[in-house]
């Protein structure tokens, strides 16, 4: 087992990106490896992202921060560790392209998250699988395995030609979320960043009945927020994520 030092972008993402850093540390420390943690090391200088305010600004180094002093930390870690494990979107980070390039003149292995073998993609879609819908077939793919099965949920005529405007509200909205939570990655659910509880489903909809009299853009940024995050409530009851995890999942197709 390695000695691993994970290196990515901190700086523009809420939290300084410690709950990326804190789940593929989870991740590799499962199988068996001994991780050096930047999240880590910063709450041992006495500073938790996790604690800071959400209206925090992401972009600057907080007030207090001895910078130097990481700065020389996270290069110790480069030297001593035996690999350096490239989180999505570093390309993105000074520190972590910094990191990178002192990692390859060390000789040190350098692996990159978006690289996981085919065998590692697929294990991961199994268990996104089989933690989602229990009756599904082995696969990609979340629909029945009954051709007549599969006539009960018409994607296309029962839901995309219902409401195509909606549709592409809710879709513009969640690129925009994308772009300012996980900028310079591909669109993905960060479903560790932002746990919907229905909430957010309520203000939503005050925040847009009592704006679109005067302002239909946002109106609409409510509405579309509205409806992603009542989606986004569904998915995580039907695939038992959190605040969900742990409740008995359905044996039929949702």
């Given at each position: 087992m390695s000695v691993i030092y994970l290196?990515?972008?901190?700086?523009?993402?809420?939290?300084?990106?410690f709950p990326k850093f804190d789940r593929v540390a989870g991740e590799l420390r499962k199988q068996g490896h001994t991780v050096l943690n930047p999240a880590d090391?910063?709450?041992?200088?006495?500073?938790?992202?996790?604690?800071?305010?959400?209206?925090?600004?992401?972009?600057?180094?907080?007030?207090?921060?001895?910078?130097?002093?990481?700065?020389?930390e996270d290069v110790?870690?480069?030297?001593?560790?035996?690999a350096v494990y490239m989180l999505k979107g570093w390309h993105n980070s000074k520190g972590a392209t910094a990191e990178k390039?002192?990692?390859?003149?060390?000789?040190?292995?350098?692996?990159?998250?978006?690289?996981?073998?085919?065998?590692?993609q697929e294990a991961a879609i199994e268990d996104c699988l089989r933690r989602g819908l229990d009756a599904r077939p082995r696969g990609t793919s979340i629909m029945p395995a009954d051709s007549k099965a599969r006539l009960d949920y018409p994607l296309c005529?029962?839901?995309?030609?219902?409401?195509?405007?909606?549709?592409?509200?809710?879709?513009?909205?969640?690129?925009?979320?994308?772009?300012?939570?996980?900028?310079g990655e591909k669109m993905h659910w960060a479903k560790e960043k932002s746990i919907g509880h229905g909430d957010q489903v309520?203000?939503?909809?005050?925040?847009?009945?009592?704006?679109?009299?005067?302002?239909?853009?946002?109106?609409?940024?409510?509405?579309?927020?509205?409806?992603?995050?009542?989606?986004?409530?569904?998915?995580?009851?039907?695939?038992?994520?959190?605040?969900?995890?742990g409740t008995p999942q359905r044996k039929e197709a949702p």
């Open positions: 290196a990515g972008p901190m700086r523009n993402i809420p939290f300084f990106n090391l910063d709450r041992e200088r006495g500073f938790d992202a996790m604690k800071c305010p959400p209206d925090t600004d992401w972009s600057r180094v907080p007030a207090g921060f001895d910078f130097d002093a990481c700065v020389r110790e870690c480069v030297l001593k560790c035996d390039a002192l990692a390859e003149w060390r000789g040190k292995q350098v692996m990159h998250e978006e690289s996981k073998s085919t065998a590692q005529t029962g839901l995309l030609m219902y409401f195509p405007r909606a549709c592409a509200a809710v879709a513009r909205h969640s690129k925009r979320g994308n772009d300012q939570h996980n900028p309520v203000r939503h909809l005050i925040d847009g009945l009592s704006s679109w009299e005067h302002d239909r853009e946002e109106a609409e940024h409510h509405f579309a927020g509205m409806a992603w995050r009542s989606l986004e409530l569904l998915e995580r009851f039907l695939a038992g994520y959190a605040p969900f995890a």
